[in-house]
């Protein structure tokens, strides 16, 4: 059974730091392109970053490019991002998943909330 168990989520000024973290099981997490996704209140679901399997290819999408980074260990099974210079708009709840085809491979897990607010 596939499970993704998402956490470091929390309430921080803007201008603060956040690093969170996935830890993946059930699936070959080793050959599996990860992927961080956020979904902001009452808006639609959208992919933040995506990592190889061996991490030397990187995406990050244009609202995060700059401050958010995404890392794996493939021998942990996990999958983290280290997010500076946080703004009111990157509150959302985050989530991670594999990523195969461009989408999403499995279900989601339960995410983790990140509220930016002073």
């Known amino acids: 059974q596939v499970q993704f168990a998402e956490s470091g989520g929390g309430l921080v000024q803007p201008g603060g730091s956040l690093k969170l973290s996935c830890a993946a099981s059930?699936?070959?997490?080793?050959?599996?392109?990860m992927s961080w996704y956020r979904q902001p209140p009452g808006k639609e679901r959208e992919l933040v970053a995506v990592?190889?399997?061996?991490?030397?290819?990187?995406f990050s999408a244009d609202s995060v490019k700059g401050r958010f980074t995404i890392s794996r260990d493939n021998a942990k099974n996990t999958v983290d991002l280290q997010m500076n210079s946080l703004k009111p708009e990157d509150t959302a709840v985050y989530y991670c998943?594999?990523?195969?085809?461009?989408?999403?491979?499995?279900?989601w897990g339960q995410g983790t909330q990140v509220i930016i607010s002073s």
């Open positions: 998943n594999a990523r195969a085809r461009g989408t999403h491979v499995y279900s």
């Open positions: 990592i190889s399997p061996t991490g030397d290819s990187i």
């Open positions: 059930g699936f070959l997490f080793s050959v599996a392109a």
